[in-house]
């Protein structure tokens, strides 16, 4: 029985990519750097905002310097932008509606930096009471490192890992998912393909919220 959903954030519960694409571009810009198109960064994001960069700039500009200048000028920018096209997929909310009503906590496990992390989920998921909501924080190792399932666990206590299920959109989390040794779901609407995603074998690849909640009620 799973007791516990844990999501990925950035192509999982939310279609956050117009916007990351725009404060990058953005930092590009004000580096000096060309920019990308929006399609583009869905091969750069998944692995924290520092890779993001790293993936973004030319590779002759990959500096550490240059990667800290990027991150100051997208943070900047990204803080206000934030929710200018971002918008939860389709079904979401009714998903978090379903698993609310069957007892089963809810929480949220990113490599998006904590304080856009929690303000994204408040200003989206507000009405709904997550158990945790985790980013990339210092002194936290990203995803796939298996720390942050562990952590959003213990935030349930008596929580096994056979009681829980994670749901992201890409390579990276279904590698978390497993080293974890928790039940994983590849979500197909995100930013990566469902050839990715089933390279790892999740025990689920879902098209729709709907396949989830179907899932868990056969679980």
């Not at 890779?51 to 550490?64: D, G, I, K, S, V």
């Not at 213990?154 to 992201?168: F, K, L, M, N």
């Amino acid at each position: 029985m799973i007791k516990l959903a844990i999501f990925d954030l950035d192509g999982t519960l939310l279609d956050t990519l117009g916007d990351i694409a725009g404060a990058c571009n953005h930092a590009l810009t004000v580096c000096g750097c060309p920019t990308h198109e929006v399609g583009e960064y869905k091969m750069f994001v998944g692995s924290g905002i520092m890779n993001l960069f790293r993936r973004a700039l030319p590779e002759e500009q990959r500096t550490e310097g240059m990667v800290m200048k990027m991150r100051d000028a997208f943070v900047q920018y990204y803080d206000v932008h934030k929710d200018d096209m971002t918008r939860p997929y389709p079904g979401i909310e009714g998903l978090l509606d379903e698993l609310t009503a069957k007892g089963i906590r809810l929480a949220v496990a990113s490599n998006k930096y904590q304080e856009a992390t929690e303000e994204l989920v408040t200003r989206y998921f507000g009405t709904y009471r997550f158990a945790c909501v985790l980013g990339q924080r210092e002194g936290h190792p990203i995803k796939p490192d298996a720390g942050i399932i562990f952590e959003a666990m213990a935030s349930c206590e008596g929580v096994r890992p056979d009681e829980v299920i994670y749901c992201g959109d890409s390579d990276v989390d279904m590698q978390t998912g497993i080293n974890a040794g928790v039940r994983t779901v590849g979500v197909t609407w995100g930013f990566r393909s469902r050839e990715e995603l089933a390279a790892y074998s999740p025990c689920l690849l879902a098209d729709n919220p709907e396949e989830i909640h179907n899932f868990i009620a056969l679980t």
